[in-house]
T-cell receptor, first 115, second 114 residues
Framework: EDQVTQSPEALRLQEGESSSLNCSYT??????LFWYRQDPGKGPEFLFTLYSAGEEKEKERLKATLTKKESFLHITAPKPEDSATYLCAVQAEENSGGSNYKLTFGKGTLLTVNP | DTEVTQTPKHLVMGMTNKKSLKCEQH?????MYWYKQKAKKPPELMFVYSYEKLSINESVPSRFSPECPNSSLLNLHLHALQPEDSALYLC?????????????FGPGTRLLVL
């Protein structure tokens, strides 16, 4: 069974204090790993898709990396507007017993950035 | 443009009411999804439509009835819901389900069942 574990559950930072969020996953064959940002009461906003170990992607203050067992979302010099829940999800390869449409989500990391 | 729209934004209904949620996308995506999300939990998949045909029903109770009238539109018909069905209902779309594809989510409909 595919599993995704995110840590920490909650993270409080001061503005400008860089840090990383972790997403550990267990899947027979990884087709893709996705990062989303979700504000309270809103739908998840797509951030990144990573396909293979060693891949990195950046967007403004965010950088996502991927290894064979985990992904990190690095936040550099965060601002209060970066406060949100960050969700990680994996999509398994169809021939591994999973269905290639299905996303397995972690429980998310609630990030709070204080001014 | 990666926009998925959902209406209404908020819905309050009694247990005997019939209501519908609407989702629309104009990205040419051929796969559309309904998710249910409870507070402080990740989204849970309910239904998947692929090329306007229902391909997956994740053992959802029959009081939820999905419909895909065309490739851009997805509805969720609600009837005789229970208070525990109160949640954020999310629609998502992707290019297809035949390959991995990023799913883009709408803003959601906040449903309260009294």
């Amino acid at each position: 069974e595919d599993q995704v574990t995110q840590s920490p559950e909650a993270l409080r930072l001061q503005e400008g204090e860089s840090s990383s969020l972790n997403c550990s996953y267990t899947v027979s064959g990884l087709r893709g790993l996705f990062w989303y940002r979700q504000d309270p009461g809103k739908g998840p906003e797509f951030l990144f898709t990573l396909y293979s170990a060693g891949e990195e992607k950046e967007k403004e203050r965010l950088k996502a990396t991927l290894t064979k067992k985990e992904s990190f979302l690095h936040i550099t010099a965060p601002k209060p507007e970066d406060s949100a829940t960050y969700l990680c999800a994996v999509q398994a390869e169809e021939n591994s017993g999973g269905s290639n449409y299905k996303l397995t989500f972690g429980k998310g990391t609630l990030l709070t950035v204080n001014p | 443009d990666t926009e998925v729209t959902q209406t209404p934004k908020h819905l309050v209904m009694g247990m005997t009411n019939k209501k519908s949620l609407k989702c629309e996308q104009h990205m040419g995506h051929r796969a559309m999804y309904w998710y249910k999300q409870k507070a402080k939990k990740p989204p849970e998949l309910m239904f998947v439509y692929s090329y306007e045909k229902l391909s997956i029903n994740e053992s959802v109770p029959s009081r939820f009835s999905p419909e895909c009238p065309n490739s851009s539109l997805l509805n969720l018909h609600l009837h005789a819901l229970q208070p525990e069905d109160s949640a954020l209902y999310l629609c998502a779309s992707s290019h297809s389900t035949s390959e991995w594809e990023t799913q883009y989510f709408g803003p959601g409909t906040r449903l309260l069942v009294l």
